[in-house]
């Protein structure tokens, strides 16, 4: 408690700014409204606005980041309740009952729900993050070189485990992540894999890299897979909305009490593991909700609680993804990652340090959260038919203006047309890569991951005077490491039992079809 | 959902994901097999105890390498087990709309300096726009339509990069500074 008690002043007199405050505003409603765009989720939108951290102090920038991740994965609910194409993966669940509202005329009911379901998992998951952030970053900080090489490992590890359907594809991913953060100088004189260029002597940028392999194979996809792509007209859309059925009354409040509890638990428990991010938070809370509930048939049928509860999971993860990203430097999910990005890019140290030196800043990241979610809910309220306007643009004519978006971004990063080529180079292989399953989203997470677990290591190493027994055989790293490499053999055997079963279903499947064949 | 009324073309490239995933890996590997033998290049440790600039490098090249060769061997020697559960036997790719628009990036990139970022823009943005609207509309309804959207679009990324956040952006007639 010392800690929340001596640094909430320093952090309520920093978020009394006006130009904060307008800051936090103007994130909230740009993160609306990418959300609302039909496919766009929180990673593409916090990397294509990546270049405006430029021009921002720290505090800004990140509770602009905030503001923006928070508001993506509210706006991703309006397009999936609107015209059955969630935001993000993350919505998809919320179609499921929220499409099936709107097409019976409670379009504004399903809207409402889904606004305050999303103000109540950010906050709730904010209070929860201030207990664990602050108790699991004052354990850390207890952590020498050698453990937190570990934990960057098993950080790694899950990383490459959780994205993609075949975790293997996935660790190559981490690899390749991990390679292309070692290009450029040492810090000690020397330089690796440059090959006599002099543009790779400072390294890929990390903007490069972000802007590319998570806004790029999107730009790709609207522009190429999309290009002929046309929206049947939805009569959801336009559904006539009686006033009196799309009031939220104080006992529907009362009956999704629990399904907030409940949704912002799962949400925030979630967002702490690193890689497992908004979709799966949402699809657990939703399942749970099916089982807890006593008319479990009534599911997908267009029931408040199959909108309430995927969308208090999605906005709690927001905040649960930053108790390992603050505290321990590993970011859960693609809008971590770029989180952790805009922090390193202002000379802030992720980790358990940041508890100790950077309490002020921390504090203000937690208040931070509790004024977002409050815009969230007033511009929510205000602007929802606005937003939906959005929802309607067509994915083929968004191609041209994500491709603009990324191209001027990426001139932004030192007015330097290579960077335009970089990513372009970069953003086709990321598409490439995605058609055949190798995610990227570990290519960026392990990028940004990679320069923080070799200093460990390094000093681990230096402090030991070389000596690789005293830095891998103590008890802590040894067993993070032996948790590492569980870990990844978990997620293979996890993959063989998947395709077991699907092989299973399609066999049963199959089955009648060749006896009545 | 969104109906995608694409016809097959000639244009499309169809190949099987199997090969497809042992191909790249086999091209990822054989890359950082290199890179590996580029870490002997590397500076040797000059601090005691420090482990020098090629260790963290051969660590992580030497873990994509075992990586690589595991699904190279899953492929070879249980192409069963390869496939992820639910993936598609195929993938196809619009090989010539994916060259289109890389080529076009690079020219953009090439014309900005000295055509200047609104006239550049303008014609990237008709060129990749106009097409798009013509699926549903005329060709003079689309330009119309491509011009009008494009138009403001320019105004606010010239508001926000060169205006806001004071980036040099190569113009051709907009002033930079708006006393």
């Known amino acids: 408690m010392d800690f929340f008690f001596n640094n909430i002043g320093g952090a309520l007199g920093a978020l009394s700014s006006v130009n904060l405050l307008l800051i936090m505003c103007a994130g909230v409603s740009i993160g609306i409204v990418l959300g609302a765009?039909?496919?766009?989720?929180?990673?593409?939108?916090?990397?294509?606005?990546?270049?405006?951290?430029?021009?921002?102090?720290?505090?800004?920038?990140?509770?602009?980041?905030?503001?923006?991740?928070?508001?993506?994965?509210?706006?991703?609910?309006?397009?999936?309740?609107?015209?059955?194409?969630?935001?993000?993966?993350?919505?998809?669940?919320t179609v499921l009952d929220g499409y099936t509202m709107a097409r019976n005329g409670l379009a504004k009911k399903a809207l409402r729900i889904s606004l305050y379901s999303a103000v109540i998992g950010g906050t709730t998951s904010t209070l929860i993050f201030i207990i664990a952030g602050t108790s699991l970053g004052h354990a850390a900080l207890l952590f020498g070189p050698s453990e937190l090489f570990a934990i960057g490992v098993f950080g790694l590890a899950i990383v490459g485990s959780f994205f993609g359907k075949d975790p293997l594809r996935g660790f190559l991913a981490t690899g390749i992540g991990l390679a292309m953060a070692t290009i450029g100088s040492s810090g000690f004189g020397g330089v690796r894999f440059t090959f006599d260029q002099s543009f790779l002597i400072d390294g890929i940028p990390l903007v490069v890299v972000i802007i590319a392999f998570l806004a790029g194979p999107e730009a790709f996809r609207l522009l190429v897979d999309n290009r002929r792509t046309v929206e049947p007209p939805d009569k959801a859309f336009d559904a006539t909305i009686s006033d009196q059925n799309n009031k939220i009354l104080g006992s529907l409040v009362r009956k999704l009490i629990p399904t907030?509890?409940?949704?912002?638990?799962?949400?925030?428990?979630?967002?702490?593991?690193?890689?497992?991010?908004?979709?799966?938070?949402?699809?657990?809370?939703?399942?749970?909700?099916?089982?807890?509930?006593?008319?479990?048939?009534?599911f997908g049928t267009g029931i408040p609680e199959g909108v309430?509860?995927?969308?208090?999971?999605?906005?709690?993860?927001?905040?649960?993804?930053?108790?390992?990203?603050?505290?321990?430097?590993?970011?859960?999910?693609?809008?971590?990652?770029?989180?952790?990005?805009?922090?390193?890019?202002?000379?802030?140290?992720?980790?358990?340090?940041?508890?100790?030196?950077?309490?002020?800043?921390?504090?203000?990241?937690?208040m931070g959260l509790f004024v977002i979610n409050a815009f969230i809910l007033i511009i929510g309220l205000f602007g929802t038919r606005l937003f939906s306007i959005v929802a309607r643009v067509p994915l083929r004519v968004l191609g041209p203006f994500v491709m603009l978006l990324i191209i001027a971004g990426s001139y932004a990063i030192g007015n330097y047309t290579a960077h335009i080529v970089m990513v372009l180079v970069?953003?086709?292989?990321?598409?490439?890569?995605?058609?055949?399953?190798?995610?990227?989203?570990?290519?960026?997470?392990?990028?940004?991951?990679?320069?923080?677990?070799?200093?460990?290591?390094?000093?681990?190493?230096?402090?030991?005077?070389?000596?690789?027994?005293?830095?891998?055989?103590?008890?802590?790293?040894?067993?993070?490491?032996?948790?590492?490499?569980?870990?990844?053999?978990?997620?293979?055997?996890?993959?063989l039992r998947a395709r077991k079963f699907t092989e299973a279903e399609a066999g049963e499947g199959e089955g009648p079809a060749a006896t009545q064949g | 959902m969104p109906e995608n009324n694409r016809t097959p073309s000639s244009f499309e490239l169809t190949l099987p994901t199997l090969p497809t995933v042992l191909i790249t890996t086999s091209m990822i590997f054989l890359a950082f097999a290199f890179l590996f033998y580029e870490t002997f290049n590397m500076m040797k440790p000059i601090l005691p105890g420090y482990p020098g600039d090629a260790f963290f490098p051969r660590l992580a090249v030497g873990y994509t390498l075992i990586i690589a060769a595991l699904i190279l061997l899953r492929g070879i020697l249980l192409p069963r087990f390869a496939a992820a559960p639910g993936e598609p036997s195929h993938v196809s790719v619009h090989w010539l709309e994916f060259l289109s628009v890389a080529a076009l990036v690079l020219v953009y990139a090439e014309l900005l300096p000295p055509v200047g970022f609104e006239l550049t823009t303008l014609g990237f943005m008709l060129i990749l726009l106009v097409p798009r609207f013509a699926v549903?509309?005329?060709?003079?309804?689309?330009?119309?339509?491509?011009?009008?959207?494009?138009i403001p679009t320019i105004i606010i990324l010239y508001g926000v990069f060169a205006l806001l956040l004071g980036i040099h952006l190569p113009l051709l007639f907009l002033p930079r500074y708006i006393l």
């Not at chain 1, 993000?88 to 669940?93: D, F, L, M, R």
């Not at chain 1, 912002?264 to 807890?292: C, D, M, N, Q």
């Not at chain 1, 809008?335 to 800043?361: C, H, M, Q, W, Y």
């Open chain 1, 37 to 93: 765009l039909p496919g766009f989720g929180s990673s593409q939108s916090l990397a294509l606005l990546f270049p405006l951290s430029f021009v921002m102090t720290v505090d800004q920038s990140i509770l602009f980041f905030l503001a923006v991740y928070s508001a993506v994965e509210y706006g991703s609910s309006i397009p999936a309740i609107l015209i059955r194409t969630p935001g993000s993966g993350a919505s998809a669940v």
């Open chain 1, 260 to 298: 907030w509890l409940r949704g912002s638990f799962f949400g925030t428990a979630v967002g702490i593991i690193p890689g497992a991010g908004a979709s799966v938070g949402a699809l657990l809370a939703y399942s749970e909700e099916k089982r807890w509930s006593k008319h479990p048939e009534k």
């Open chain 1, 308 to 366: 309430a509860a995927p969308e208090v999971a999605n906005n709690a993860v927001v905040a649960g993804t930053l108790v390992p990203t603050l505290t321990l430097a590993i970011p859960g999910s693609g809008g971590a990652a770029i989180l952790l990005g805009v922090l390193v890019s202002k000379g802030v140290v992720p980790g358990p340090n940041l508890f100790r030196d950077e309490g002020t800043f921390v504090m203000t990241v937690f």
């Open chain 1, 426 to 495: 970069l953003g086709a292989i990321g598409y490439c890569f995605e058609k055949i399953d190798i995610p990227v989203v570990p290519i960026v997470l392990a990028f940004i991951m990679g320069p923080i677990i070799e200093k460990n290591i390094s000093r681990a190493l230096t402090i030991s005077g070389g000596s690789l027994e005293e830095v891998f055989l103590r008890p802590i790293p040894i067993i993070i490491l032996l948790l590492s490499l569980a870990t990844f053999i978990y997620s293979l055997l996890t993959m």
């Open chain 2, 136 to 150: 549903q509309h005329g060709l003079v309804h689309s330009v119309v339509k491509a011009v009008a959207l494009t």
